[in-house]
Protein backbone atom coordinates (compact mmCIF):
# COMPACT_ATOMS: atom_id res chain seq x y z
CA UNK A 1 0.00 0.00 0.00
CA UNK A 2 2.70 2.42 0.80
CA UNK A 3 4.94 1.54 -2.39
CA UNK A 4 1.85 2.59 -4.44
CA UNK A 5 1.27 5.67 -2.49
CA UNK A 6 4.82 6.50 -3.18
CA UNK A 7 4.31 5.65 -7.40
CA UNK A 8 1.88 7.77 -7.32
CA UNK A 9 3.27 10.55 -5.55
CA UNK A 10 6.26 10.31 -8.03
CA UNK A 11 4.22 10.43 -10.73
CA UNK A 12 2.50 13.73 -10.04
CA UNK A 13 5.55 15.06 -9.22
CA UNK A 14 6.88 14.03 -12.87
CA UNK A 15 4.36 15.98 -13.97
CA UNK A 16 4.41 18.75 -11.98
CA UNK A 17 8.14 19.22 -13.21
CA UNK A 18 7.44 18.76 -16.81
CA UNK A 19 4.88 21.59 -16.08
CA UNK A 20 7.52 23.77 -14.59
CA UNK A 21 9.97 22.55 -17.05
CA UNK A 22 7.79 23.65 -20.31
CA UNK A 23 6.90 27.22 -18.18
CA UNK A 24 10.92 27.71 -17.93
CA UNK A 25 11.34 26.91 -21.63
CA UNK A 26 8.94 29.19 -22.67
CA UNK A 27 10.38 32.49 -20.29
CA UNK A 28 13.72 31.87 -22.17
CA UNK A 29 11.93 31.51 -25.38
CA UNK A 30 10.14 35.21 -24.41
CA UNK A 31 13.77 36.37 -23.47
CA UNK A 32 15.48 35.51 -26.19
CA UNK A 33 12.64 37.17 -28.30
CA UNK A 34 12.18 40.60 -26.39
CA UNK A 35 16.52 40.44 -26.63
CA UNK A 36 16.27 40.52 -30.06
CA UNK A 37 13.50 43.03 -30.75
CA UNK A 38 15.93 45.41 -29.31
CA UNK A 39 17.83 45.71 -32.54
CA UNK A 40 15.23 45.76 -35.15
CA UNK A 41 16.30 45.13 -38.44
CA UNK A 42 16.73 47.79 -41.32
CA UNK A 43 13.66 48.22 -43.33
CA UNK A 44 14.17 46.17 -46.71
CA UNK A 45 13.94 48.28 -49.42
CA UNK A 46 11.49 47.74 -52.28
CA UNK A 47 11.83 47.74 -55.96
CA UNK A 48 11.17 51.73 -56.04
CA UNK A 49 14.10 51.34 -53.78
CA UNK A 50 12.58 53.37 -50.90
CA UNK A 51 11.33 51.56 -47.09
CA UNK A 52 7.87 49.27 -47.98
CA UNK A 53 5.29 50.98 -45.90
CA UNK A 54 2.36 48.78 -43.93
CA UNK A 55 -0.92 48.43 -45.03
CA UNK A 56 -3.57 50.62 -43.44
CA UNK A 57 -4.39 48.45 -41.12
CA UNK A 58 -1.48 47.21 -39.82
CA UNK A 59 -0.30 50.86 -39.56
CA UNK A 60 -3.21 51.77 -37.49
CA UNK A 61 -2.62 48.65 -35.23
CA UNK A 62 1.05 49.58 -34.84
CA UNK A 63 0.20 53.41 -34.02
CA UNK A 64 -2.58 53.01 -31.40
CA UNK A 65 -1.70 49.42 -29.84
CA UNK A 66 0.97 49.45 -26.67
CA UNK A 67 4.93 48.62 -27.23
CA UNK A 68 5.80 44.65 -26.70
CA UNK A 69 2.10 43.89 -25.84
CA UNK A 70 2.68 40.93 -27.71
CA UNK A 71 4.90 39.73 -25.36
CA UNK A 72 2.84 40.52 -22.71
CA UNK A 73 -0.20 38.63 -24.39
CA UNK A 74 2.27 35.79 -25.10
CA UNK A 75 3.35 35.61 -21.77
CA UNK A 76 0.05 35.35 -20.16
CA UNK A 77 -0.84 32.90 -22.71
CA UNK A 78 2.16 30.81 -21.41
CA UNK A 79 1.33 30.95 -17.80
CA UNK A 80 -2.48 30.56 -18.19
CA UNK A 81 -1.97 27.27 -19.55
CA UNK A 82 0.83 26.08 -17.53
CA UNK A 83 -2.07 27.01 -14.37
CA UNK A 84 -4.98 25.11 -16.25
CA UNK A 85 -2.16 22.07 -16.51
CA UNK A 86 -1.36 22.58 -13.24
CA UNK A 87 -4.92 22.52 -11.60
CA UNK A 88 -5.88 19.67 -14.00
CA UNK A 89 -3.52 17.91 -13.53
CA UNK A 90 -4.06 17.84 -9.89
CA UNK A 91 -1.00 19.44 -9.06
CA UNK A 92 -2.22 22.34 -6.79
CA UNK A 93 -0.56 20.56 -3.65
CA UNK A 94 2.69 19.77 -5.30
CA UNK A 95 2.23 23.36 -6.66
CA UNK A 96 1.92 24.74 -2.93
CA UNK A 97 4.35 22.69 -1.35
CA UNK A 98 7.27 23.35 -3.81
CA UNK A 99 6.65 27.10 -3.35
CA UNK A 100 6.19 26.93 0.67
CA UNK A 101 9.44 25.04 0.54
CA UNK A 102 11.18 27.72 -1.82
CA UNK A 103 10.29 30.62 0.45
CA UNK A 104 11.41 28.54 3.84
CA UNK A 105 14.57 27.46 1.95
CA UNK A 106 15.41 31.27 0.73
CA UNK A 107 14.46 32.35 4.89
CA UNK A 108 16.77 29.31 6.19
CA UNK A 109 19.59 31.22 4.45
CA UNK A 110 18.75 34.41 5.22
CA UNK A 111 19.35 33.29 9.29
CA UNK A 112 15.53 32.26 9.72
CA UNK A 113 16.18 28.49 10.11
CA UNK A 114 14.89 26.78 13.14
CA UNK A 115 17.70 26.27 15.30
CA UNK A 116 16.21 25.27 18.95
CA UNK A 117 12.77 23.57 20.06
CA UNK A 118 11.78 23.84 23.53
CA UNK A 119 8.43 21.70 24.66
CA UNK A 120 6.87 21.89 28.16
CA UNK A 121 4.12 19.76 29.33
CA UNK A 122 4.53 16.20 27.05
CA UNK A 123 3.94 13.56 28.81
CA UNK A 124 2.18 10.35 26.84
CA UNK A 125 3.59 12.37 23.30
CA UNK A 126 7.20 12.38 22.51
CA UNK A 127 9.11 15.82 20.79
CA UNK A 128 8.99 14.26 17.63
CA UNK A 129 4.84 13.24 17.19
CA UNK A 130 4.44 16.89 18.73
CA UNK A 131 6.26 18.70 15.75
CA UNK A 132 4.94 15.81 13.61
CA UNK A 133 1.01 16.97 14.51
CA UNK A 134 2.07 20.75 14.78
CA UNK A 135 3.28 20.68 10.94
CA UNK A 136 6.88 21.57 11.79
CA UNK A 137 9.71 20.00 9.80
CA UNK A 138 13.33 20.08 9.09
CA UNK A 139 12.19 22.63 5.67
CA UNK A 140 10.37 25.01 7.69
CA UNK A 141 11.71 28.31 9.04
CA UNK A 142 10.55 30.67 11.41
CA UNK A 143 10.03 33.79 9.55
CA UNK A 144 7.29 31.84 7.78
CA UNK A 145 5.93 29.91 10.20
CA UNK A 146 2.47 30.35 11.50
CA UNK A 147 1.85 30.03 15.12
CA UNK A 148 -1.65 30.09 15.29
CA UNK A 149 -2.18 27.05 12.80
CA UNK A 150 -0.20 24.66 14.02
CA UNK A 151 -1.84 25.58 17.52
CA UNK A 152 -4.63 24.93 15.70
CA UNK A 153 -3.17 21.63 14.67
CA UNK A 154 -1.90 20.62 17.90
CA UNK A 155 -5.48 21.40 19.47
CA UNK A 156 -7.23 19.20 17.17
CA UNK A 157 -5.05 16.09 18.23
CA UNK A 158 -6.98 14.45 21.14
CA UNK A 159 -4.22 13.87 23.47
CA UNK A 160 -3.94 17.91 23.44
CA UNK A 161 -6.18 19.89 25.57
CA UNK A 162 -4.82 23.44 25.07
CA UNK A 163 -1.33 24.43 23.40
CA UNK A 164 0.62 28.09 22.89
CA UNK A 165 2.99 27.90 20.00
CA UNK A 166 5.96 30.94 20.25
CA UNK A 167 8.13 32.64 18.43
CA UNK A 168 11.38 33.69 19.05
CA UNK A 169 13.49 35.20 16.50
CA UNK A 170 16.28 34.42 14.99
CA UNK A 171 15.63 30.82 15.86
CA UNK A 172 14.21 29.31 18.57
CA UNK A 173 10.35 27.80 18.90
CA UNK A 174 9.00 26.95 21.60
CA UNK A 175 5.95 25.04 21.94
CA UNK A 176 3.93 24.99 25.81
CA UNK A 177 1.54 22.21 25.72
CA UNK A 178 -1.25 20.77 28.66
CA UNK A 179 -2.23 16.82 27.29
CA UNK A 180 -5.23 15.21 28.40
CA UNK A 181 -5.17 12.23 31.34
CA UNK A 182 -5.92 8.76 29.96
CA UNK A 183 -9.11 7.86 32.73
CA UNK A 184 -10.26 4.49 31.68
CA UNK A 185 -10.75 2.01 29.29
CA UNK A 186 -13.74 1.82 27.21
CA UNK A 187 -14.97 -0.97 25.34
CA UNK A 188 -18.11 -0.93 22.68
CA UNK A 189 -19.03 -3.14 20.41
CA UNK A 190 -16.25 -5.78 21.00
CA UNK A 191 -13.68 -2.74 20.22
CA UNK A 192 -11.83 -1.15 23.63
CA UNK A 193 -10.09 2.17 23.41
CA UNK A 194 -8.50 4.75 26.20
CA UNK A 195 -10.48 7.56 26.90
CA UNK A 196 -10.06 11.09 28.77
CA UNK A 197 -12.53 12.06 31.88
CA UNK A 198 -14.73 14.05 29.60
CA UNK A 199 -14.88 10.78 27.21
CA UNK A 200 -13.07 12.37 24.09
CA UNK A 201 -11.11 9.13 22.58
CA UNK A 202 -7.69 9.36 23.27
CA UNK A 203 -6.31 6.43 21.42
CA UNK A 204 -8.67 3.84 19.22
CA UNK A 205 -6.91 0.84 21.11
CA UNK A 206 -5.58 0.19 24.76
CA UNK A 207 -1.75 -0.02 25.05
CA UNK A 208 -0.37 -2.64 27.50
CA UNK A 209 0.63 0.72 29.21
CA UNK A 210 -2.75 1.56 30.16
CA UNK A 211 -3.93 -1.90 31.08
CA UNK A 212 -4.29 -0.70 34.75
CA UNK A 213 -7.27 1.67 34.16
CA UNK A 214 -10.60 1.23 35.04
CA UNK A 215 -13.15 -0.64 32.67
CA UNK A 216 -16.35 0.17 31.60
CA UNK A 217 -18.56 -0.79 28.66
CA UNK A 218 -21.53 -0.25 26.53
CA UNK A 219 -23.12 2.66 24.35
CA UNK A 220 -22.56 6.13 26.63
CA UNK A 221 -20.33 4.53 29.42
CA UNK A 222 -17.86 6.87 28.06
CA UNK A 223 -19.43 10.11 28.89
CA UNK A 224 -21.15 8.95 32.12
CA UNK A 225 -17.70 7.01 33.61
CA UNK A 226 -16.71 10.19 35.16
CA UNK A 227 -19.48 10.35 37.88
CA UNK A 228 -20.26 6.74 38.01
CA UNK A 229 -16.42 5.60 38.59
CA UNK A 230 -16.23 9.15 41.15
CA UNK A 231 -19.30 7.42 43.13
CA UNK A 232 -17.70 3.55 43.51
CA UNK A 233 -14.24 5.11 44.73
CA UNK A 234 -16.69 6.13 47.88
CA UNK A 235 -16.86 2.44 48.95
CA UNK A 236 -13.56 0.79 49.15
CA UNK A 237 -14.58 -2.55 49.86
CA UNK A 238 -16.64 -2.81 46.10
CA UNK A 239 -14.30 -0.99 44.12
CA UNK A 240 -11.52 -3.15 45.33
CA UNK A 241 -12.96 -6.33 43.50
CA UNK A 242 -14.21 -4.63 40.53
CA UNK A 243 -13.22 -5.76 37.40
CA UNK A 244 -15.85 -4.02 34.66
CA UNK A 245 -18.72 -1.26 35.02
CA UNK A 246 -21.15 -1.66 32.40
CA UNK A 247 -23.99 0.83 31.17
CA UNK A 248 -26.97 -1.18 30.43
CA UNK A 249 -29.86 0.93 28.27
CA UNK A 250 -27.58 4.37 28.79
CA UNK A 251 -30.22 4.26 32.01
CA UNK A 252 -28.35 1.97 35.18
CA UNK A 253 -24.67 -0.36 36.13
CA UNK A 254 -24.08 -3.38 36.34
CA UNK A 255 -20.44 -4.28 37.48
CA UNK A 256 -18.65 -7.54 37.58
CA UNK A 257 -16.16 -8.46 40.33
CA UNK A 258 -13.09 -10.28 39.97
CA UNK A 259 -14.70 -13.46 41.11
CA UNK A 260 -17.01 -13.45 38.06
CA UNK A 261 -20.27 -12.04 40.34
CA UNK A 262 -22.59 -9.45 38.44
CA UNK A 263 -24.09 -7.01 40.28
CA UNK A 264 -27.57 -5.48 39.22
CA UNK A 265 -27.68 -2.12 40.52
CA UNK A 266 -30.90 0.34 40.37
CA UNK A 267 -31.58 3.08 38.17
CA UNK A 268 -31.32 5.69 41.52
CA UNK A 269 -29.92 5.68 44.58
CA UNK A 270 -27.00 3.61 43.63
CA UNK A 271 -25.15 4.54 46.67
CA UNK A 272 -27.62 3.33 49.17
CA UNK A 273 -27.37 0.12 47.31
CA UNK A 274 -22.94 0.28 47.03
CA UNK A 275 -23.09 0.90 50.95
CA UNK A 276 -25.77 -2.04 51.50
CA UNK A 277 -23.29 -3.99 49.76
CA UNK A 278 -19.89 -2.89 51.65
CA UNK A 279 -22.02 -4.05 54.80
CA UNK A 280 -23.13 -7.09 53.85
CA UNK A 281 -19.76 -7.89 52.54
CA UNK A 282 -18.18 -7.12 55.80
CA UNK A 283 -20.59 -8.68 57.87
CA UNK A 284 -22.00 -11.72 55.94
CA UNK A 285 -18.60 -11.91 53.44
CA UNK A 286 -21.46 -11.72 50.39
CA UNK A 287 -18.94 -11.80 48.20
CA UNK A 288 -17.80 -14.72 48.80
CA UNK A 289 -20.46 -16.71 49.12
CA UNK A 290 -21.18 -19.45 46.14
CA UNK A 291 -23.65 -17.35 44.35
CA UNK A 292 -23.22 -15.72 40.39
CA UNK A 293 -25.70 -12.65 40.55
CA UNK A 294 -26.81 -10.23 42.83
CA UNK A 295 -30.00 -8.17 41.96
CA UNK A 296 -30.75 -4.77 43.55
CA UNK A 297 -33.00 -3.30 40.76
CA UNK A 298 -36.41 -3.09 43.17
CA UNK A 299 -36.04 -1.06 45.96
CA UNK A 300 -37.81 -3.03 48.71
CA UNK A 301 -35.61 -6.35 48.28
CA UNK A 302 -32.45 -8.17 47.31
CA UNK A 303 -31.93 -11.04 45.31
CA UNK A 304 -29.23 -12.83 44.70
CA UNK A 305 -28.74 -16.22 42.23
CA UNK A 306 -26.90 -19.30 43.53
CA UNK A 307 -24.32 -21.42 41.13
CA UNK A 308 -25.32 -24.57 39.70
CA UNK A 309 -23.48 -26.28 42.48
CA UNK A 310 -25.25 -24.52 45.31
CA UNK A 311 -28.46 -24.54 43.83
CA UNK A 312 -28.21 -28.36 43.31
CA UNK A 313 -27.13 -28.73 47.00
CA UNK A 314 -30.05 -26.65 48.37
CA UNK A 315 -32.00 -28.61 46.32
CA UNK A 316 -31.45 -31.74 47.56
CA UNK A 317 -31.08 -30.15 51.08
CA UNK A 318 -34.58 -29.23 51.35
CA UNK A 319 -35.78 -32.77 49.57
CA UNK A 320 -33.60 -34.74 52.84
CA UNK A 321 -35.64 -32.37 55.19
CA UNK A 322 -38.85 -32.79 53.51
CA UNK A 323 -38.40 -37.03 53.66
CA UNK A 324 -37.07 -36.61 57.34
CA UNK A 325 -40.38 -34.44 57.99
CA UNK A 326 -42.66 -37.50 56.66
CA UNK A 327 -40.66 -40.40 57.70
CA UNK A 328 -41.69 -38.30 61.53
CA UNK A 329 -44.95 -38.06 60.58
CA UNK A 330 -45.60 -41.58 59.85
Given at each position: MHGGGRLAWSSRLSGFQSDLKAVAIAAVALLRHKLSRRRPPPPRPSHLGRPEQPSGVIALLEKYT?????????????????????????????????MDDARNAVANIAGFRIEQVAISGRKQLTQDEILAIGGVNGRSSLLFLDAAAVRDKLKANP???????????????????????????????????????????????????????????????????KDFLALLARYPQVQAQTRAAALIGERRWNIWLTNGLVIRLPEHDVGNSLAM???????????????????MRLPDRLTVRLSDNAAKAREELFKDKKSKKKAGDA
Open positions: PRRIGVVATAVILLGSAGLGIVKGGHIDEFVQAWIAEATVLKFYPGELQIDIVERTAFARWQLDGRAAVIADDGAVLEPYVARRFMSLPLVVGSGAGNRALTKLDQDDRLFSRDITAID
